[in-house]
């Protein structure tokens, strides 16, 4: 299984679209700072026919030391969440979109 990094992403977009590879990496730069900003702000970013990034808030709350199973206050923070698409979810099990929509 291999990892798709930035550097894979830009040469995808230079294959794909024709810019140099210079303005490949730009754009894909361009996209995820403000991907990343939107989130920041703690919007939802959705990709459609992919899935949605969201920011969720989670509470303060007591977990436990799997060691010591002594108890440690865990602080409040925001988390990333990623939503899949149906579509996505579809091409994943290999079936096409809306033939099996039990959910």
Do not use: C
């Not at 930035?6 to 490949?24: D, F, K």
């Not at 920011?55 to 002594?70: A, F, I, Y």
């Amino acid at each position: 299984m291999q990892t798709v990094t930035r550097a894979h992403l830009a040469e995808m977009i230079y294959a794909e679209v024709g810019l140099s590879r210079n303005e490949s990496a730009d754009l894909l730069e361009s996209v995820l700072t403000s991907m990343a900003a939107t989130l920041e702000g703690g919007e939802s970013v959705k990709i459609s026919g992919f899935g949605t990034f969201s920011v969720r808030q989670k509470g303060r709350r007591v977990g436990r030391n799997p060691k010591t199973g002594e108890e440690v206050p865990i602080l409040p923070r925001r988390v990333l969440v990623f939503r899949p698409s149906h579509v996505l979810k579809a091409r994943i099990n290999g079936e096409t979109p809306g033939e099996d929509d039990d959910e």
